[in-house]
Every structure is written in C-alpha cells, then in structure tokens.
C-alpha cells in the first residue's frame, strides 16, 4: 500500500492551471524522485501536497487519511513534512529555536530533546551554531536547517525542494549524504531536484514532469538509462 | 511657593515620562499586529476609547466613585483585568469577522479595512456615552466628555508636593505598565506562543508547515495588543480624570507616532518611541504652547515617514518584529 498517493491533482495560479491532473505514488521507504526542468509544477505540487496551495481537482491520500480537505497546519501531525523551496527557515529566530518551532505540535521535552541531538548527528555545524539567528548561517548550513527543523516533527515521510538549490558543492554532497543516511533509518523520501543524475542515482523510483503533467515514470535506475531522460535532464 | 526652572524641568520629564508609559502601551498594540500583518490597526486608538467607556460603566455599576482604601484598591484591579479582558476579546473578534477574511488581499484592502473599523467603534462610544447612567451625566449629553472619577489621589508619593514630586498617579502607571511590559518581553521571548507569533511574523507558510495554527496565532496577537490597550485605557482614565468618545484619535496618533518613530514592527522599539512622545508633548505644553503639541507630534511622524521609515530600533530592511 503506498504511503503517500496523489490522483489527478490539477492546480494553478489565478487564470493560468499549472497542474494538470498529476498522479503519484510513494510506497513506505522508498526514496522517490521528482524531476522536470525549471518551471514545470514540482514546486506546486509539493505545496499543493503540504495542503499550502490549493486545489482545483484531484486527491491526496497519506497514511491511509484523505487530506485534501485539511488546512496545511494539520498535515504535519500526520506525520508527513516539507523542507520547501528556498529553505524557509526563520531568519530573527536563531538555530535553537527554528528547532524548536519544527517540534511546535510536540509536548515530550526528552524526545525533543533527544531528536534535537539527532539531528546534530546528522549535521554536527548546527550545533556550534545553536545560538545563531539562523539569518546568518551560509546557504548551506540553512538547508540543513530546514532539514533538521522538519525532522524535529518526527515525520514518517520528507518532501524536500530542491535541497541542492544554491549551495556550495562541497555541501551538496553533505545534504545529500544526509538523505542517504534518512534513507537508511527508514525514512521515506520525496526527492525534488534539478540535479536529476545525482538524485536518480540514489532514488528507487523516479516521476519526469513536463509542464504540469507526468510524462515518464519508471525506476531510478530505467530513468538514467532511458535516451528520453538523458537528453533532456542529464545533458548528454 | 514658585518652583525654579530646573524644578518645573524636571517636573515635566516626571508627567512626560508617565504620560510617555501610557502612550508606549498602546504603541505596543499597534507595532504587535504590524509585526504580524502588516496591518496598520486605524482602529486601536478607539479600541482604547472603549476600554475606557466600558471601565466607566463598571465603575457606575460598582458604586464606588472615591479613593478610599481597600474599595478602591480592589476596584482598580478589577477595572484592569475587565478592561483589558474586554478590548482583548473585541480586539480578537474584529480580527476574526473583519481581517481574517482579508490575509491574501493586499494590505490597502485591510488598512481601509480598520479605518472603517474605526468609524464604527467612534459612533459605539457616542451612543456608548448616551446611555442614561449617572457616570455618563444621565445620558443628557453624549458627545461631552466624562468625568472619571478620581479614584487614586493625585498626592506625592515621593518629592516635595508643591515641588518636583512623584505622584501616587505616576506611581500607578509605573506599577501597571512596567510589569506588563516585562510580562510581554518573556511571552514574545521565552514561550512557546512568543516564538511562534515571531515565526509567524517572519514567515506564516513555514511555520503552517510546522503545524502552526497561522490564524490563532494571530488571533492570540489581536487579543494581547488589545489587552494592553485595555489596560491602558484604565490608567489613563485614572491619571487624566476625563474619557471622551474623541480620545482615541489623539492616543491613537499619538502611539502610532511612537511605534513608528521606535521602528514599527519592534517591541523595544514602541517603548522608546512612547517614552520620546511623552516627554516631547510635556516640553511643548510647558516650553511653547499646547496647541503647537500635535503639530509637533504630527511632524516627527512625517520626518520619520520621510527620512527614517524604519524608525530608531527598526529593521531596515523590509522584514519586521
Ligand atoms: N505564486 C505563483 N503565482 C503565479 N504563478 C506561479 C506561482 N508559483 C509558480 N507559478 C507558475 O507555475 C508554474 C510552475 O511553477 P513551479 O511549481 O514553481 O515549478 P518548478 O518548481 O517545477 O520550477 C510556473 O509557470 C510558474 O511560473
Ligand atoms: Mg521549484
């Protein structure tokens, strides 16, 4: 039974659809991919799956619960959360309490702080920063911020945009280390990025979307392999 | 027995200073609810006004109309907490029928929103006033100003009384303003509700996607800032001994003057700005002549708008609280 599953989602902005009826699924563990050049509605359909954006058709199912009628704020007690495009984290909170506020619906004090000790496993530059604003943490340190900061809800599935997005390569490397690393602990995965290579190599499945349709859809592995893919996303 | 030039200074920075209190705490409502949406509350100054009607009705309805020990006392306490109850309440509704409706339209849309919010609350206070109770001259005569009776005697606590001296007025607004004011700073700092209404502030999609209920938290801002205008109605209808339904325009510009000039959107910010206002209007009543004290204020405003939008402690980019 897949975890999360999304059936002909249609969305837009004002007069204009973007989204034409998309469909998705992912099953408990897998990391799954989302790729398609810049503009083709992977930003959109995350927000409309985190319940940010609305919807004009279709449905979203997680865990077994319908939550296209619910507001964004109750989705994450689901168990489901979203590290979004451009990061997002607070700027005049510092490092600690971005944390905190990803652990806002939780009341366990040790497993917060417990999970908070996790998450500087995962990113040991974080804990040197705990007092920081997290406005003045570099590109790289708030992505993984924002990574941390959705752990801190516990969730059962990560949607994550475009991680790699503007950050220095020897980070990129670092987050998606830490991806890998989810990924062994059980974590299931929701991948979108533009670096299609480096996110299908690691990806068990893998969606292309092309102006707010999936147009292919097939095992990481298939998609690296197939000529529609390289010429398009891999550049060659 | 005349008082020096330096004596009658320094009286002036006393009253400056508490009347600077009262003017900060209202400023503190307004820079709250910007901090969050970017809304200029038109209305908090008349919000302010009906706090102070309302601590009248209560005073007539309880009888007690004298500074005598303990009755009075329990009186003034219990005027705070209805007071500040009540605005906070009204405050939390008006957000909820009137701007939560309005949090994707463009802020134009809201600011007309309270100004019309305004109007509405001017004409309750008329009627309000007309009502035929005996604090309210019977109701004979709505439009005129009421007598708030004196239920903290205006005598030194410290100081000479005919001298510089520090009245058991002053000594209220300093007892009820300066703990609100800690009691705010460790709500917005160190709670859970604090940290999310700065959340909020900074950025409402992420902290909905941390499961933050966007509208209550802004909702809980809409009560506090209006709790604090509340309480702030009370004092001031205690130091000042007359309310009118037209004293919400003056407080309002007054504290909106100071959020601005500390930097809207910051705490700290409002109550310097407030404390600034207050000692400016007492050196212009004592040193020009009162009727220049608006002008005044009117034209720190525009200087600020003009030459220092961001004010003196606020951000200078385009992010706020
Ligand atoms: N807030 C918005 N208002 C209007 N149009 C938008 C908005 N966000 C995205 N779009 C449009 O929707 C389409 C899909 O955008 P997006 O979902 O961000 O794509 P991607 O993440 O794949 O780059 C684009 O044409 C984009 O211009
Ligand atoms: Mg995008």
């Not at chain 1, 997005?165 to 830490?178: E, K, Q």
């Not at chain 2, 919010?117 to 709505?142: D, H, K, R, T, Y």
């Not at chain 2, 005697?153 to 007892?175: C, I, T, W, Y």
Request: charged share 15%.
């Amino acid at each position: 039974m897949s975890l999360l599953s999304v059936e002909n989602l249609r969305a837009g902005y004002g007069a204009i659809d973007v989204l034409h009826g998309i469909s998705i699924d992912v099953r408990k563990g897998e990391i799954v991919s989302l790729i398609g050049a810049n503009g083709a509605g992977k930003t959109s359909t995350l927000m409309c799956i985190s319940r940010v954006n609305r919807l004009r058709g279709g449905r979203i199912a997680f865990n077994g619960t319908d939550i296209t009628p619910l507001p964004a704020h109750q989705v994450v007690k689901l168990g489901l959360a979203h590290v979004p495009e451009g990061r997002r984290i607070f700027p005049r909170l510092t490092v600690r309490e971005n944390l905190e506020m990803g652990a806002f619906l939780r009341n366990d004090r040790d497993g917060i702080a417990k999970d908070m000790e996790d998450v500087f496993t995962l990113f040991p530059v974080l804990k040197e920063r705990l007092a920081q604003l997290g406005g003045t943490l570099s590109g790289g340190e708030q992505q993984m911020l924002a990574i941390g900061r959705a752990l801190m809800s516990r969730p059962t599935m990560l949607m994550m945009d475009e991680p790699s997005m503007g950050i220095a390569p020897l980070l990129v490397a670092r987050i998606f280390d830490a991806v890998r690393e989810l990924r062994s602990r059980g974590m299931t995965i929701l991948l979108v990025e533009q670096n299609a290579r480096a996110a299908l190599k690691f990806s068990d499945r893998g969606y292309v979307l092309e102006t707010g349709n999936v147009v292919l859809s097939d095992t990481g592995a298939a998609l690296l392999a197939s000529p529609r893919v390289r010429e398009a996303y891999l550049g060659e | 027995m005349e008082m020096t030039a330096a004596e009658v200074f320094f009286q002036q920075v006393v009253n400056g200073l508490s009347n600077g209190m009262i003017i900060a705490l209202i400023a503190l409502g307004y820079t709250m609810v910007y901090g969050i949406v970017e809304l200029i509350n038109w209305a908090h100054g008349d919000l302010f006004m009906l706090g102070a009607f309302f601590a009248l009705t209560l005073v007539g309805i309880f009888g007690v109309t004298e500074a005598s020990g303990m009755g009075a006392t329990g009186t003034i306490v219990v005027l705070l907490f209805s007071s500040a109850l009540f605005c906070g309440t009204f405050n939390y509704a008006v957000d909820w029928v009137a701007y939560r409706p309005l949090r994707k339209a463009p802020k134009l849309t809201l600011l007309v929103t309270a100004i019309g919010i305004s109007f509405i609350f001017v004409n309750i206070g008329l009627f309000w006033g007309g009502l035929p109770m005996e604090v309210f001259g019977g109701g004979n005569s709505a439009a005129a100003p009421k007598d708030f009776p004196p239920l903290v005697p205006a005598q030194a606590l410290f100081g000479n009384e005919e001298k510089v001296h520090v009245s058991v007025r002053d000594g209220l607004v300093f007892g009820v303003t300066v703990p609100l004011m800690i009691a705010l700073w460790w709500l917005v700092r160190h709670t859970k509700l604090g940290t999310a209404m700065r959340a909020v502030a900074q950025n409402p999609t992420a902290a909905s996607l941390m499961g933050i209920n966007v509208d209550r938290v802004i909702g809980a801002t809409f009560f506090i800032g209006g709790a604090l205008g509340g309480f702030a109605s009370v004092v001031y209808s205690l130091y000042n001994n007359t309310i009118s339904f037209q004293m919400g325009f003056r407080a309002g510009m007054d504290a909106f003057t100071a959020a601005v000039l500390g930097g809207i959107g910051s705490l700290p910010g409002a109550v310097l700005g407030g404390l600034l206002i207050g000692l400016t209007r007492s050196m212009s009543d004592q040193y020009l002549e009162t009727q220049w004290t608006n002008t005044i204020v009117f034209a720190i405003l525009i200087l600020i708008l003009v030459f220092r939008p961001s004010g003196l402690l606020g951000l200078r980019a385009k992010e706020k609280v």
